[in-house]
């Protein structure tokens, strides 16, 4: 059963940074697309940010240059870096399984973390 637990969220003021993790179990994750996405409130999910299992990064627009992804095989984790982040950020973050511009199903997702930019 794949499980996902995502942590690290937390209310920052804009320009702060956070560091999400995203613990992964009951499948093979270093063979396995990762991904990224939010839901702010009101709007629909939107993808964020992918990572490949060459760790080759992808990122939507919005964030790049401000988020970074990555992870780690060893310890079956996957991390996103959110710097210089904006109100518009502000959002439940999920971890998933799946390629650039994937939008993971909820068996397919994490139970999200929430981050808040306010100051």
């Known amino acids: 059963e794949v499980q996902l637990v995502e942590s690290g969220g937390g209310l920052v003021q804009p320009g702060g940074s956070l560091r999400l993790s995203c613990a992964a179990s009951?499948?093979?994750?270093?063979?396995?697309?990762m991904t990224w996405v939010r839901q702010a409130p009101g709007k629909e999910l939107e993808w964020v940010s992918s990572?490949?299992?060459?760790?080759?990064?992808y990122y939507a627009e919005s964030v790049k240059g401000r988020f970074t992804i990555s992870r780690d095989n060893r310890k079956n984790t996957l991390y996103l870096q959110l710097n210089s982040l904006k109100t518009e950020g502000a959002a439940m973050y999920y971890c998933g399984l799946g390629g650039a511009g994937t939008i993971p199903g909820r068996g397919r997702r994490g139970q999200g973390t929430q981050v808040a930019v306010s100051s």
């Open positions: 009951g499948f093979a994750f270093n063979l396995v697309d």
């Open positions: 990572i490949s299992t060459r760790s080759s990064t």
